[in-house]
């Protein structure tokens, strides 16, 4: 994936629900996939991750969906919280890369009150 | 597990001077470690593969003499960005995961600002 430049694309959803945040990924060799959080000012913190073998994997809050027929991947969080708020971006590996990744552009969530 | 820390986490130098940032694999042993550049609003960018015990790969476009990367031992990298000019001002982050696993962790970064 490739940096949007300068606007990251933004999401805004109300304390409680649930948010959805998209991501397509570049290469059909890609194998692994990570999503990560990234609150202003810190690294990006690994949320979940999942194989190209599987198009669904859930851990606490989060979901992580995959459909590899047109190369999306989104990430689902459960009653989202004021701690949510944060940059969010999907990572693609590329079996045989030396784990180097491929970061998408981002999404920036924000939970109103 | 699988604590990555850097350091210093910010600096502030003159332009022309040499800037060292560590990258330390706390709980494991990394042979490979990553460096990233991020620019304000952008996502991460990879700059080059550190490899323990001999040279880096450098991704299309990076300097290799302008950021040199030492990976001495399997808890630590090292980024030395040289002669450094303003439009080196970013954020520099690394990443490693422990063996046999895919998983990449990240560092807490360094804010590098060049006056």
């Known amino acids: 994936g490739e940096s949007v430049g300068l606007h990251l694309p933004t999401l805004s959803v109300q304390e409680g629900d649930n948010s959805i945040i998209n991501c397509a990924y570049s290469?059909?060799?890609?194998?692994?996939f990570i999503w990560y959080k990234q609150e202003s000012g810190k690294g990006p913190q690994f949320i979940i991750d999942?194989?190209?073998?599987?198009d669904k994997r859930q851990g606490q809050r989060v979901t992580v969906l995959l459909n590899k027929t047109v190369k999306h991947l989104s990430l689902q969080i459960a009653a989202t919280q004021p701690g949510d708020s944060a940059v969010y971006f999907c990572?693609?590996?590329?079996?045989?890369?030396?784990?180097?990744?491929?970061f998408g552009s981002g999404t920036q969530l924000t939970v109103l009150p | 597990g699988a604590v990555v820390s850097q350091h210093p986490s910010w600096v502030i130098c003159k332009s022309g001077t040499s800037v060292k940032i560590e990258c330390r694999s706390l709980?494991?042993?990394?042979?490979?470690m990553f460096w990233y550049r991020q620019f304000p609003k952008q996502s991460l960018m990879l700059m080059a593969t550190?490899?323990?015990?001999?040279?880096?790969?450098?991704e299309q476009g990076v300097e290799k003499d302008k950021f040199l990367i030492n990976h001495a031992s399997l808890t630590l990298s090292t980024l030395t960005v040289t002669s450094a000019h303003p439009e080196d001002s970013s954020f520099y982050i690394c990443?490693?995961?422990?063996?046999?696993?895919?998983?990449?962790?990240f560092g807490p970064g360094t804010r590098l600002t060049v006056l």
């Open positions: 990443s490693a995961g422990p063996g046999g696993t895919d998983t990449q962790y």
């Open positions: 290469n059909s060799a890609s194998d692994y």
């Open positions: 999942i194989r190209s073998n599987m």
């Open positions: 990572a693609e590996n590329i079996a045989g890369s030396a784990r180097q990744l491929t």
């Open positions: 709980d494991f042993q990394a042979t490979t």
């Open positions: 550190s490899n323990e015990g001999s040279k880096a790969t450098y």
